[in-house]
């Protein structure tokens, strides 16, 4: 009863970082149109399996579009054409019968291929990690609404705290730049008074890691924005660099 | 009827300290023993598991000065799982000056567990969970907030007052932003070295002391040995079990497991909560079932057709008088809005009858049609339209159009490893937190008290009780040198070369889903003494068939993800026999774990006096009120059944009633 | 010290100073352009006006205005090759390319900058050095009295039709490198927001044009049409 199609994949298969990596071409039939993208390659690997194959490995976990695992380029898109969902939200229905599918990893420098479709994004993590924090102690913090935050301010560090870390933007960035990444993360914190006293120390911070990193340079064709699965606003990326030239000149002043 | 299960010798004490309930806390805080500052930083903590418990006790450890090894098979700590939690957080602050306070708190959760938690743990909890939205806010986490800039709440249900914290529908992923960033400050200053992409695959005991874990390094294979002075357990629920939950694919059992076949308890494994609005299974190819809020039940209307051989044909087609709103028939007080237990389990009996729609017959309508007259396509728009959206871009319908499809899924588990009042399980230094235990939510989870629990057992508690183990061990005692290390990576190693080598005709998955199916049919939504002991009587032919004929591509000392879900699936077979046990064993019907032999009918007193429904899950407190705690005994051998009872000194087990 | 290092060397402080340096260099292009409108005036208003451009402050200005294009020129393309560089390094290209928003302007930003740079040395050799191998050094345009007919030189310098191309289709990429470069420097600074970034967009497309129409006239009327002829 369930509709099904026929598609031939082309997979980026690359054994470990070390190893060159090549475009495959595999079949895969009869897949059910209502099945995830991530179904569809479950069914693919079965098959491999019981042809005595490796299966395609790709990166995945809570399949509901929100632990930012899943990190393929469909025909060239990252996470897909589709608007405002990861790879896990995309569905079989978008394509038809005999599409040829070409699926790449997140590709960047800065995020080496561990195996076929994965990709190491530990970079990121080292971004947060020089400055994407409060430095709270815990037990320290005083009554919750001790401190009211106007409402727009409270919105707008939600909308780029919403990101899921998943690389998308570096991965459709020509430059593989990760300033809408880095920008959401400053955002989400500037935006609030529980940031402000280290505001300055992160936005310093961050941004030198991502330089260091090997990330590219935004070049402003907000790509990144296109494909975010969360719609995160190159808005953030205005403000962080706002912020990046008054802190370095703050900085500048403190250091005279 | 007396149990066959045997006791073992040493019955687990909860070691909650005497005196009034509100006062064994700060009691249990003035006494506990400290560790001198200079001396923290001797000692070595081992965390598995970066979710809210592990992430945050990492956190609040490395800040105390402990070393920290925090450990995740994901690729980075904010992936865990708890980020897809979506619905908030309770916390007994009485913002809204609606009466709350955390005696309210406290026995809303005791109520909500069906009175199968520990007073004394959940009063704890109630206690703390002030702080935390104290600790997140001070963070930077975005909750909700009113015009005037304070913070919002909202009601859950199990509550008559507004106590739930949240951030639009992800509060689970900015709490869990809010403890991965408190995990990466400590990172950077050296306080927690973070171990991504590592899968714990053993726990290591020298002298009957959890001292360490063997850990397999998930992008090149290679077995490591960790030593440490204490381990902490923070690896989430075993919903997978049932291969379909809404839980992420990686969620595993194996940390819990391992722990268990070492000698620790687990407790009330039986206990399962089963959420009503899922999406459907819609083919044999689904990996994971995706939840919906419950909050749809307001304005949608369930039913099924009359006739089995409606089923096929559209919605829209099908005459009123041909359609079945059960609950509305069954339960013409509560209707569409009937208990979670209920209303999932009368979803599961149509379904059984032949008269579940879609394609896999298992699915029943929730069809807003007549909010939309009544109300206007926009009304709904405006209540549900992000879920609405949700389910179209997942089912390709449009459900302003036609009624959406739901079933239950399997979505959160309240049993685990069993701790005590140090969250300390039964084998000394070994410590659970979050989902991995068993110690807050008795028999069933009330919404929103997941979040609450992870964040204060990370944040609050384990800082205050790890010092009492600590205190009295020398720090360093143990290195990866000793001989229990080797021996445990020796048989790590061979049980990896052992799968690799069987090479047969079957995939892991397919196995996991002839478990998981086996699992759902007889230890799902409704128990059956017959049903458990054919399930009992099949596990071990599910764990012959994977040994003798699964087949792993590649080899292990490479990225391997097909050899990561096998060992995952080994494990989960193995808890599989003992949570049947514990849900034969229970002969009674509470919260989470309803035995069809255990319900309230007509013929009783208290469904003729009102207090309670036909249908109604029948506690019984007299044989039944204690943590069943399962003791491994070795491979197919029956568990040891050790029975801590609970006490309940403030309040008085009632029927759990919602009228 | 160190943050100024680090400031310069820095992603966005590199960006800074190509969104800084483009402004100005654009505010040049404005005030070239509405000098250059004169020539429609007449040959009078256009010699004079060259005439005091050279004779302000002593002479002096047009020197400062030199050094200072030129050094804007220099920091606008160093800042940008170093980032170009980086960002060619930072990825290798996908098999199947597809792009979803980016505009064709963007795309070409490093071309157009690079032709936009080959025309601005042709064009200072032509007008400014005047080569004798460009034709545009006749020593029938100097008047006396330090007076110089640069009116007739422009007019004689797009007689040649494959010269007045070359600058078509220059300031068509100067314009297409401005569309991109105007409605950019604003995000770059953090000056444009979701509110306003549509805006710096239109007002980006129309200045472009108005300067790609403004230098465009000048070798259609007077090279192509011939009105001074």
């Known amino acids: 009863m369930a509709e099904t199609i026929n598609v031939t994949l082309k997979v980026w298969k690359q054994e470990s970082t070390e190893h060159k990596g090549q475009i495959e071409t595999i079949k895969a039939d009869n897949i059910p149109t209502s099945a995830s993208f991530l179904e569809m390659l479950d069914i693919v690997n079965e098959t491999l399996i019981a042809e005595g194959k490796d299966v395609i490995h790709f990166d995945h976990d809570c399949r509901e579009g929100i632990c930012g695992a899943c990190s393929l380029n469909i025909n060239g898109v990252a996470h897909g054409i589709e608007q405002a969902v990861t790879t896990c939200q995309l569905h079989m229905r978008s394509f038809s019968n005999g599409d040829t599918i070409w699926i790449e990893p997140f590709r960047a420098k800065a995020f080496p291929v561990l195996k076929d479709l994965m990709v190491d994004r530990s970079a990121m993590d080292r971004v947060i990690q020089a400055g994407g924090f409060v430095d709270i102690r815990t037990g320290s913090a005083v009554d919750a609404n001790s401190l009211p935050i106007e409402k727009e301010l409270a919105d707008a560090a939600f909308a780029a705290a919403a990101c899921i870390g998943c690389g998308a933007c570096v991965a459709a960035c020509k430059n593989a730049s990760a300033m809408l990444f880095v920008s959401a993360k400053a955002a989400h914190l500037n935006n609030l008074p529980q940031g402000q006293a280290e505001k300055k120390k992160r936005v310093l911070g961050m941004v030198a890691q991502m330089d260091a990193e090997g990330f590219g340079n935004c070049s402003n064709q907000y790509e990144c924005e296109a494909v975010c699965p969360k719609e995160i606003s190159v808005d953030n990326i205005a403000k962080l660099n706002r912020d990046y030239l008054s802190s370095s000149i703050k900085e500048g002043v403190q250091t005279i | 009827m007396m149990s066959s299960y045997k006791a073992d010798s040493t019955v687990p004490h909860h070691q909650a300290p005497e005196g009034p309930l509100s006062d064994k806390w700060s009691k249990y805080k003035a006494s506990a023993k400290l560790i001198n500052p200079a001396n923290k930083r001797k000692y070595k903590v081992i965390v598995v598991g970066s979710g809210l418990a592990g992430a945050s006790a990492s956190a609040t450890l490395a800040e105390l000065g402990y070393q920290v090894d925090c450990f995740c098979y994901q690729d980075s700590a904010r992936r865990a799982h708890s980020i897809a939690a979506q619905g908030g957080i309770n916390a007994a602050k009485n913002y809204q000056n609606d009466g709350d306070n955390v005696h309210r708190l406290f026995y809303d959760t005791i109520k909500g567990g069906d009175f199968r938690s520990r007073e004394a743990n959940v009063y704890r909890l109630a206690e703390i969970s002030t702080q ?75 002298d009957g002391h959890a001292k360490g874990i063997i850990s397999r390094n998930l992008v090149t294979g290679e077995i490591t040995r960790h030593a440490a002075d204490t381990v902490i357990l923070a690896t989430g629920g075993y919903g997978n079990v049932f291969f379909l939950s809404t839980n992420a694919m990686g969620c595993n059992v194996t940390a819990a497991l391992k722990a268990y076949k070492k000698g620790a308890y687990m407790a009330n494994p039986c206990y399962t909560q089963i959420h009503p609005t899922c999406i459907p299974v819609s083919g044999d190819y689904q990996s994971k079932l995706t939840l919906m809020s419950e909050s749809l039940r307001n304005d949608g209307r369930i039913w099924v057709p009359k006739k089995a051989e409606d089923c096929g044909k559209p919605a829209v087609e099908i005459a009123e008088e041909d359609r079945d709103y059960y609950l509305e028939r069954k339960y013409p007080s509560f209707g569409n809005l009937c208990p979670r237990d209920i209303a999932s389990r009368a979803a599961k009996e149509v379904c059984d009858e032949g008269r579940g729609v879609g ?51 399997v979505h959160y588990t309240m049993g685990g490893l069993w701790v005590d009042y140090n969250l300390m399980s039964n084998v000394p230094g070994l410590h659970v937190l979050g989902e991995a235990n068993f110690s807050d939510h008795g028999a069933n989870r009330l919404g929103a008290s997941a979040l609450m629990q992870g964040l204060a057992d990370g944040y609050f508690v384990i800082p205050v009780t790890l010092g009492n183990y600590l205190a009295d061990q020398k720090p360093g005692a143990v290195t990866t040198e000793h001989p229990e290390f080797a021996k445990a990576a020796t048989e790590n190693r061979e049980r990896i070369e052992k799968i690799l080598s069987i090479q047969g005709t079957r995939s892991v998955d397919s196995i996991h889903r002839e478990l998981g199916l086996l699992m759902w049919d007889n230890c799902g939504m409704e128990r059956t003494k017959e049903g458990l002991e054919e399930a009992l009587a099949k596990i071990p032919e599910i764990r012959k068939s994977f040994w003798e004929d699964v087949r792993i591509p590649g080899h292990a000392g490479e990225l391997n993800k097909e050899l990561e879900k096998a060992l995952r699936v080994a494990d989960f077979i193995e808890f599989a026999d003992v949570m049947c046990h514990d849900a034969l064993n229970r002969e009674e019907s509470c919260g989470g774990h309803f035995r069809a032999e255990h319900q309230f009918t007509q013929a009783d007193p208290e469904v003729q006096a009102g207090t309670t429904q036909e249908g109604e899950a029948k506690r019984r407190d007299d044989d039944f009120g204690y943590v069943a705690a399962w003791g491994y005994q070795g491979e197919g051998v029956q568990p040891s059944l050790n029975k801590e009872a609970l006490v309940f000194e403030e309040v008085k087990p009632s029927i759990r009633s919602y009228q | 010290m160190s943050i100024c290092f680090s400031f310069f060397t820095s992603s966005i402080g590199r960006k800074i100073v190509v969104a800084v340096s483009g402004l100005l260099l654009f505010l040049f292009c404005l005030i070239h352009l509405s000098g250059n409108m004169l020539i429609f005036v007449g040959q009078e208003a256009f010699n004079d006006y060259a005439y005091m451009l050279h004779h302000l402050l002593h002479g002096a200005l047009v020197w400062i205005a030199r050094v200072g294009l030129l050094a804007l020129i220099v920091a606008h393309v160093l800042a940008t090759v170093s980032l170009v560089i980086e960002n060619k390094t930072a990825r290798e290209p996908y098999h199947f390319q597809k792009t979803v928003r980016a505009t064709l302007s963007s795309k070409l930003m490093p071309l157009s900058g690079l032709m936009v740079l080959a025309f601005i040395i042709f064009h200072v050799l032509h007008f400014t050095v005047r080569l004798d191998a460009l034709g545009t050094n006749d020593p029938s345009y100097k008047l006396g009295d330090g007076h110089f007919d640069a009116w007739q030189m422009v007019v004689d310098g797009f007689a040649n039709h494959w010269v007045s191309v070359f600058y078509l289709v220059s300031v068509f990429l100067l314009g297409l490198h401005l569309k991109h470069g105007f409605a950019s420097l604003f995000q770059t600074l953090g000056l444009s927001s979701n509110k306003t970034r549509k805006h710096f967009e239109v007002a980006s497309v129309l200045l472009s044009l108005l300067i790609f129409v403004g230098f465009a006239s000048i070798p259609i009327l007077v090279g192509f049409v011939g009105i001074y002829r």
């Open chain 2, 132 to 206: 935390i939205i104290d600790q997140c806010v001070a963070q930077g986490v975005p909750f909700a907030r009113e015009y005037g800039g304070l913070l919002a709440n909202r009601s859950f249900g199990g509550a008559q007052v507004s106590r739930t914290f949240y951030a639009a529908g992800q509060t689970g992923q900015q709490l869990l932003i809010g403890a991965y960033q408190a995990l990466s400050k400590e990172i950077s200053k050296g306080g927690v070295t973070m171990h991504p992409r590592t899968e714990m695959l053993d726990i290591v005991k020298v």
């Open chain 2, 359 to 409: 394609a896999s017959g298992l699915g029943v309508y929730l069809d807003f049609a007549d909010s939309i007259a009544r109300l206007g396509e926009d009304a709904i728009r405006a209540r549900y339209g992000n879920l609405f959206q949700m389910y179209a871009k997942i089912t390709g319908e449009d459900p302003y159009k036609s009624p959406m499809r739901i079933y239950p899924a």
